[in-house]
């Protein structure tokens, strides 16, 4: 299926995740599960995969070598209810931390696992294009002013 005929609530979140985890081109699948996308970066052999649901709500992101799949670190929506498992490599679990925050994801115990520091959000959220700032990013900017 081609990206041109998917939803635009649908595109618009791939567009947003994939800006949150800095991914610039990605390859599209799409299962039973919903819309997903993977892309490997040639110079870190990270791959990402992410899916979403036809909601345009993901459900399932998973970052790690291209190697093995199962050296990665994944955060996924499962019996109502979020859960991560850890990288075996620390990189992997910084790349799902940063890119977790920037999509404004704010279950506090899976982000306290991946660690960030004050000083490091607030980097990820002035290089983030304010086109793909989560609501309470945006709601926090307008009650400032």
Known sequence: ?????????IKREARRV??????????????HHGFGFEH????SNLCHYVRIRE???WIFILISDSETYSNGC????????WLCTLANVPVHNEV????L???GFDNEAILSQLSLTAHEKLELRL???????PNQWQDKEAANY
């Open 18 to 31: 994939a800006a949150a985890f800095g991914v610039e081109n990605w390859a599209i699948s799409i299962e």
């Open 127 to 133: 290089s983030t294009p304010r086109e793909f700032w």
């Open 1 to 9: 299926m081609e990206f041109e005929s998917l939803s635009e609530d």
């Open 55 to 57: 909601d345009g709500v």
């Open 96 to 99: 799902m931390g940063r890119g």
């Open 40 to 43: 490997q970066n040639e110079t």
């Open 101 to 103: 925050y920037r999509l």
């Open 74 to 81: 994944r955060v996924s929506w499962h019996m109502d209810q």
